[in-house]
């Protein structure tokens, strides 16, 4: 089991030749700052021959970049009353996903910073992290013969300090959201209880997470009847047998506060003699997604 974070780097410097191309979501190249100044003159000599620059996302060679390659990734509009920082999430899987296509191996994300949202940067990374995630069965079945679909993603900003504090947060929601992913998103038979558990016991060796396992059906008819009663048809069959994962973490010094947090972990909800017909049964292994969160959350 591989649950290390897709490799992640930061550079000041537009022109960094360790990467082999640019990906920059803003809302418009008419707004870019000074720093990226190189920038908005292939944008608006693009733009004089096709108005839709912005409607979609485009890739143009630029002669001084990073492998000669520009992809334009707009957010459109952000200051409508409907719109948030998820404009520079969803912009970044869109430009990252073109990079993809293109052949990128090394991209670099660019999102300036706006005035509006302090954090549309780190937004950006975690939308193109979250599109260059690589399934659990994929990685497991060795189908790629890497980990992860590209060999590093690289971060721009303006000060080194910026540059640095934006990796590190990435990288430590990332590796949360990549414990989420692989345990929510994972097929029921994957992910069944028993081996949810063999996960997050994996997960967390050698960490300060202690983790705790319940599995004697005496104890879980005693403390968790509801649960006992749900379990009563998967019980008979060894690999589907229910299972109580408790984590905990305790801080350095003196404890203020204690935080609790419980998540549903339903690995495959059947409805039981209502079976969801229709199509619905498909979608329904991600009802595990409760406790998948609460594992994210302590990674």
């Known amino acids: 089991m591989c649950t290390s974070v897709q490799p992640t780097e930061w550079t000041t410097d537009l022109k960094n030749q360790n990467f082999d ?15 990226l100044e190189c920038l908005k003159a292939p944008l608006q000599d693009y733009s004089s021959v096709d ?3 912005g409607d979609e996302v485009v890739l143009i060679k630029v002669p001084g970049l990073p492998g000669k390659r520009l992809i334009f990734a707009s957010t459109g509009p952000v200051n409508r ?3 948030d920082v998820r404009r520079f999430s969803d ?28 954090d549309n940067a780190l937004a950006a990374a975690l939308g193109a992290l979250h ?15 890497l980990d992860h679909k590209v060999c590093v993603l690289g971060l721009w900003a303006a000060q080194e300090a910026e540059g640095k504090r ?3 947060l990435a990288n430590a929601l990332e590796s949360g959201r990549l414990a989420y992913r692989d345990i929510g998103g994972s097929d029921p038979e994957r992910m069944a209880a028993p081996r949810v558990a063999e996960y997050v016991q994996e997960l967390f060796k050698n960490s300060p997470v202690e983790v705790e396992v319940l599995s004697n059906v005496k104890v879980l008819e005693k403390e968790y009847p509801c649960l006992a009663a749900v379990n009563r048809c998967a019980n008979s069959v060894p690999r589907h047998q229910a299972r109580v994962i408790k984590l905990q973490y305790r801080g350095e010094g003196p404890i203020q506060k204690t935080l609790m947090l419980v998540g549903k972990g339903i690995t495959y909800d059947t409805g039981g003699a209502d079976i969801k017909a229709g199509g619905f049964m498909a979608g329904m ?8 969160a609460v594992a994210g959350f302590f990674q």
């Not at 599109?131 to 013969?145: D, G, H, Q």
């Not at 292994?285 to 998948?292: I, P, S, V």
């Open 166 to 168: 934006l990796v590190e």
């Open 21 to 35: 191309g640019i990906v920059l979501v803003t809302q418009s190249h008419d707004t870019l700052p000074a720093e």
């Open 51 to 53: 108005s839709g620059l």
């Open 91 to 118: 912009a970044a899987v869109n430009g990252i996903k073109r990079a993809l296509k293109a052949g990128m191996q090394r991209p670099l994300l660019v999102c300036p910073p706006h005035k509006d949202y302090k």
């Open 81 to 83: 009353d409907y719109d």
């Open 285 to 292: 292994h991600r009802d595990k997604c409760g406790a998948a």
């Open 131 to 145: 599109a260059l995630y690589m399934p659990l069965e994929v990685r497991e079945a060795n189908i790629k013969s």
